[in-house]
Nanobody
Framework: VQLQASGGGSVQAGGSLRLSCVAS????????KGWFRQAPGKEREFVAK????????YYADSVKGRFTISRDNAKNTVYLQMSSLKPEDTAIYYC????????????WGQGTLVTVSS
């Protein structure tokens, strides 16, 4: 099982990026999915998560109102739309997935780097 994250890059503060995470197996299409990030010298932290149907989403306070998580199960893909980016959003972003909220981090993607300059 693989989760392939992409879409990272360099952007100025206030800009936007959209991350994508594609699952290698069709069986993961309706798994709960989430995004985490790890900034240099810091521990990995939760960013956002979404249930299998896309009905329920949850966000870390630090990104609420700026980031939007969504999914397209037909494409086996989950997205993270990031707007109003700040330098403190600079991190490696990882997608994760599992069969339930309790196993959200059962599978991990390889990470994609987001750099926000002031």
């Amino acid at each position: 099982v693989q989760l392939q994250a992409s879409g990272g890059g360099s952007v100025q503060a206030g800009g936007s990026l959209r991350l994508s995470c594609v699952a290698s197996e069709r069986s993961l299409a309706t798994y709960v999915k989430g995004w985490f990030r790890q900034a240099p010298g810091k521990e990995r932290e939760f960013v956002a998560k979404i249930d299998g149907s896309g009905t329920n989403t949850y966000y870390a306070d630090s990104v609420k109102g700026r980031f939007t998580i969504s999914r397209d199960n037909a494409k086996n893909t989950v997205y993270l739309q990031m707007s109003s980016l700040k330098p403190e959003d600079t991190a490696i972003y990882y997608c994760a997935g599992g069969i339930s909220w309790g196993t959200l981090t059962q599978y991990w993607g390889q990470g994609t780097l987001v750099t926000v300059s002031s």
